[in-house]
């Protein structure tokens, strides 16, 4: 029902007086409980959302790089990367995995564009949507059932604590007869308000805490049928992609096959590979290499754990050479003796002291660390992949796109691959036919709605009013777009299509 400036008036005042303690506030211990435990189910339904948007968006990324994987491994063999020898020899080569890779390409192709676009489909339709249906619908109606029984509270205290007050001002002996009537007609009128205000708050406090009640069995609803859904299409996708990639790997040499994927499984057993410093499992280029070589069958698992147990006891003699010495020049020191390496000038013959070991024991004045050795810097710095992610490679010429930074960047088939830079070998041709001419088309734009401020590097910023480039949608609710030159990803739902 509309309020009035009446009732707004009457409830802010008895908003007032509770919050300074002279009006009493009537309470519902198993209301308090019920909303509290309300208010903690919608904080954790906000986990099962961002959690089902960060994987979706994670799994558009894993499966987008796995697609590009096979793209950059398919060059090699029938692509710009499959470059034939010097002129007096130009069919040299050991490559014969031609179509199997082909076949690999197009399995990741429709495991990324097919299969999880239609998991993700039927993640949002059964998934995510009646849970936003929940959110969006109930917990609303919930709330407002809740004001209002708040109002109706307000009410009834209010017209208790002024007619109590019109029951004093009536017992008075000293009013006159006709003061005496209208307190008496006042107190009956409040009585007669607290009365009805009494009935609606009443009424109103017994429904909502059967709506909360009711709400607690809908959300559990959905998380059930949120957790069917998940686990079914967790399975579905994982599967369908298995059969698809088994497909494309039938025609691979089984031997050699069977001799990595016997590999992986042991380790499996195993309970994973060991954390071992520097092991093959390492991200250093080393520790690719000795992966590469465990895979190819060089070299056992076992050999690199005997060199790495030697290693370690190597440096543990090296560690503790270096504190007998660092000790006996703190003696030396000590005696005010000069100290002077095997080979290197005593000081005053020009030179520098030579600095206090690092790790020496506590005591006296140290001298700056030695820098650290060249062999335990990192590697090359971190190259942004598709969708955002992110991976290390080893400082290789000639890996090709987003996961290589020593070339130019890899162009998907279909698109005119990128201008050599001056200096370079253009590819050879191959026997790919040219991607059709360009055409000009109109592209599609989205007016924002909500204020977007980027949390990432590669999403767009943009305010209400915003014209934004829709470059590409996705199932995930995150499309590709341009706005101002910059390119990036941004949320659906923050946006109208023109």
């Given at each position: 029902?509309?309020?009035?400036?009446?009732?707004?008036?009457?409830?802010?005042?008895?908003?007032?007086?509770?919050?300074?303690?002279?009006?009493?506030?009537?309470?519902?211990?198993?209301?308090?409980?019920?909303?509290?435990?309300?208010?903690?189910?919608?904080?954790?339904?906000?986990?099962?959302?961002?959690?089902?948007?960060?994987?979706?968006?994670?799994?558009?990324?894993?499966?987008?790089?796995?697609?590009?994987?096979?793209?950059?491994?398919?060059?090699?063999?029938?692509?710009?990367?499959?470059?034939?020898?010097?002129?007096?020899?130009?069919?040299?080569?050991?490559?014969?995995?031609?179509?199997?890779?082909?076949?690999?390409?197009?399995?990741?192709?429709?495991?990324?564009?097919?299969?999880?676009?239609?998991?993700?489909?039927?993640?949002?339709?059964?998934?995510?949507?009646?849970?936003?249906?929940f959110v969006n619908m109930v917990m609303p109606e919930i709330e407002e059932a809740c004001t209002t029984r708040e109002n109706y509270r307000k009410d009834a205290d209010s017209y208790r604590r002024r007619y109590a007050a019109a029951q004093k001002k009536a017992a008075i002996t000293s009013l006159s007869a006709e003061k005496k009537a209208e307190a008496d007609a006042m107190s009956q009128l409040l009585y007669n308000k607290l009365t009805n205000a009494s009935k609606l708050y009443d009424e109103k406090n017994e429904s909502v805490k059967k709506d909360l009640e009711k709400s607690k069995i809908a959300r559990d609803e959905a998380i059930e049928l949120m957790s069917i859904t998940v686990a079914a299409c967790q399975m579905e996708l994982y599967e369908q992609s298995y059969l698809r990639l088994q497909k494309a790997c039938a025609n691979f040499p089984q031997e050699k096959m069977n001799q990595v994927r016997t590999q992986v499984r042991n380790v499996i057993r195993a309970g994973g590979p060991a954390p071992t410093d520097g092991g093959a499992g390492g991200g250093t280029f080393e520790g690719a290499m000795k992966v590469a070589n465990v895979v190819s069958g060089k070299k056992k698992m076992g050999e690199y754990e005997k060199e790495g147990e030697m290693k370690q006891m190597k440096d543990a003699q090296s560690l503790q050479q270096a504190r007998e010495i660092a000790m006996a020049d703190d003696i030396k020191r000590n005696k005010g003796e000069v100290m002077a390496s095997p080979g290197v000038p005593a000081v005053g013959e020009g030179v520098v002291p030579r600095a206090h070991s690092p790790i020496a024991p506590t005591g006296g004045s140290k001298g700056p660390p030695p820098p650290v050795p060249s062999k335990f810097k990192s590697g090359p710095p971190a190259v942004p992949a598709k969708n955002g992610a992110v991976g290390t490679v080893a400082n290789m010429p000639g890996m090709g796109k987003r996961f290589s930074v020593n070339t130019p960047p890899y162009q998907p088939m279909g698109r005119p691959a990128a201008v050599p830079a001056a200096g370079t070998a253009a590819p050879t041709p191959t026997n790919r036919a040219p991607p059709p001419p360009n055409k000009k088309t109109n592209t599609p734009t989205c007016t924002a709605i909500f204020d977007n401020e980027a949390d990432d590097d590669d999403e767009l910023s943009f305010a209400i009013g915003d014209k934004i480039q829709i470059i590409k949608k996705d199932d995930s609710g995150w499309w590709d777009g341009k706005l101002n030159g910059k390119s990036g990803t941004f949320p659906a739902n923050f946006v109208k299509e023109d």
């Open positions: 029902m509309p309020l009035g400036l009446k009732d707004l008036k009457r409830r802010g005042v008895e908003s007032f007086l509770q919050a300074i303690s002279v009006s009493d506030k009537t309470t519902d211990a198993t209301y308090n409980e019920e909303y509290e435990a309300f208010q903690m189910m919608v904080s954790d339904l906000n986990e099962i959302g961002a959690g089902l948007s960060e994987y979706l968006i994670s799994l558009k990324s894993n499966y987008g790089l796995g697609s590009d994987l096979a793209e950059v491994l398919d060059d090699f063999y029938n692509g710009q990367f499959n470059r034939g020898w010097i002129k007096s020899n130009p069919n040299l080569s050991h490559l014969t995995l031609h179509r199997e890779v082909e076949s690999m390409r197009e399995a990741w192709h429709e495991n990324d564009e097919v299969v999880r676009k239609s998991v993700a489909h039927i993640w949002l339709q059964r998934g995510l949507t009646p849970m936003r249906a």
